[in-house]
């Protein structure tokens, strides 16, 4: 029921007006915000600018007369990710490196890591060779994620769930293995090596 005088609530917002029609400059200007705020793949910007077009074309009134403005809009993404690229804005090779060394630290295995870049839109031979240095690292990888869940070494607890944990997160069953046979003195000495980048 609404009341008079009251403003409408944060759920009761008016609709927005679309404004005007995604161009190549306004694009652009977007692109750019988006890549100040997030490290971003090629393949990740281009979702995200075809999603600002798609979303004021579903916002504007008479979606017919405004299909050609769409569609130029959505042709010029491709440009904006070519021009950004060549700056140096957009580097799918070092985003993939970048990143499967974060994970390599956050306790993910190289299967997990493949995962995560094919998602982000990282051609899989960029990313094969983005973590080929993870796959010397999965031990210590392995002892990052025992660390953080405080599972054997590092705690109490079944070995045989831990194994099960290391299994469910893309560790094979010879790292899972050699991982939980560590002491907590080794175990942590590895973990402290990947973190400052000696493996």
Known sequence: MKIEGRKPGPREARPRKPGSAPDARRLREAALAHLARFAATEAGLARVL????ERWARAVDDAEAAAPQRDAALAAI?????????????????????????????????RATLVHLAAKGIDAGLAATATESQADQDLASACAYLRRRRLPPFGAGDPLRAMAALARNGFDRETAERALALDAAGAEALVIALRRGDR
């Open 50 to 53: 075809t999603r600002r077009v």
């Open 78 to 110: 491709p440009g904006i990710i070519d021009e950004l690229r060549a700056l140096g804005a957009l580097n799918d090779a070092a985003f993939a490196e970048s990143r499967s060394r974060r994970l390599a630290r956050a306790g993910k295995s190289r």
